[in-house]
């Protein structure tokens, strides 16, 4: 098993609450318990997506979600207004920093604001030695992978090997936030999983 001793000791050192699932499957069975009766936003992930917790979730919550549902700008609005969001992240360094680039910035602005509740789902290819290493891996790496993913006419997705901070008007890296800490009146809920997941 991946060794997330130094990840889960620096992340609950921030304030985060961790927990560590072997598989995907297992980690989506827990925040299936855990959330219910409730509004539930999503975030482009991945790694939600193959979780399964879109649909799941959906019997017992009202998710909301602009990769399942539209008009999706409206969607993306409406989660943002949820008690419960999900969201991945482009990578973790295992001082706890965690890094996340977006284009429209609905899914890093409820990172920061407006839920009762985050849960991150991270499997552990996302994690990095260094918070400088986790801006790296999140420009380099989970930018021209998704950049690739949404044929984006951008310089990464043609060339498919670095961010080029190109300034191409489908650029879809547009801000990136840094967490250092959970926020401030939202509780926030990592979920470390031991499988590759997501870009
Ligand atoms: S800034 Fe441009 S080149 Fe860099 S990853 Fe984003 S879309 Fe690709």
């Known amino acids: 098993m991946f060794d997330f001793t130094t990840v889960e000791q620096n992340l609950k050192q921030r304030g985060y609450e961790v927990k560590v699932f072997e598989t995907l499957e297992q980690a989506a069975d827990y925040v299936d318990s855990a959330v219910d009766q409730t509004t539930v936003g999503i975030g482009g992930s991945g790694t939600v ?8 979730l959906g019997t017992h919550n009202t998710v909301i979600w602009h990769w399942m549902q539209q008009p999706a700008d409206e969607a993306r609005r409406e989660a943002m207004a949820t008690d419960i969001y999900l969201a991945s992240a482009n990578a973790l360094a295992e001082t706890g920093e ?31 030695k260094t918070y400088e290493d986790a801006v790296w891996r999140a ?3 989970a930018g021209p992978r998704r950049a690739q993913q949404m044929n984006a006419k951008t310089p990464c997705a043609v060339n498919g090997d670095r961010c080029y901070d190109c300034k191409s008007p489908g650029r879809i890296c547009r801000g990136m936030v840094t967490l250092m800490a959970p926020m401030s009146g939202m509780e926030a809920e990592v ?8 870009l």
């Open 98 to 128: 965690m890094v996340n680039i977006d284009g429209c910035g609905n899914r890093v602005a409820s990172m920061l604001f407006g839920h009762r509740k985050i849960y991150y789902l991270i499997g552990r290819n996302k994690i990095v």
């Open 139 to 141: 420009r380099n790496v």
């Open 49 to 56: 997506k193959a979780s399964g917790l879109y649909d799941r």
């Open 191 to 198: 979920l470390l999983i031991d499988e590759d997941l997501g």
